[in-house]
């Protein structure tokens, strides 16, 4: 680990949790609690989302205990993340839209190529493609 990645990171609750470039996540891992609290807001069980996110027992009791332990400043950070990261994916949604405007389709170059087109547009009509 890089001296810039010791210097980035804030233990918060030592050997639980610490504070990363990425926001909150389980000690000694990559792991946020944002996509922890994603799944359980999701209906996971957390038994079902420590094998997933290969955390042991006693790190998924720890962060649990925590969260709810700091319930509500930890909802606020939350919200707040899921905030941002909705901002950042309509952004981006609408920077793909202004670019697919610009780009003009090509045309197909044989029957295959133009039944796969087809297919697609019809997909894209019935709203099952972006």
């Not at 949604?93 to 547009?121: G, M, N, S, T």
Request: proline share 4%; charged share 40%; aromatic share 6%.
């Amino acid at each position: 680990m890089s001296v810039a990645t010791l210097e980035q990171e804030v233990l918060v609750a030592p050997g639980i949790v610490r504070r990363s470039d990425r926001g909150l996540c389980v000690a000694g891992t990559r792991v946020t609690l944002y996509l922890i609290m994603d799944h359980l807001k999701e209906g996971w069980p957390p038994h079902l989302l420590r094998d997933q996110l290969l955390l042991s027992e006693e790190q998924m009791d720890q962060v649990m205990n925590y969260i709810e332990s700091h319930r509500e400043e930890f909802e606020a950070e939350y919200q707040e993340v899921v905030r941002k990261c909705a901002e950042r994916e309509r952004y981006w949604r609408e920077r793909e839209e202004e670019r697919r405007q610009r780009v003009k389709p090509r045309q197909p170059r044989d029957a295959r190529e133009a039944i796969i087109a087809a297919r697609l547009e019809a997909l894209r009509k019935a709203g099952k493609l972006r």
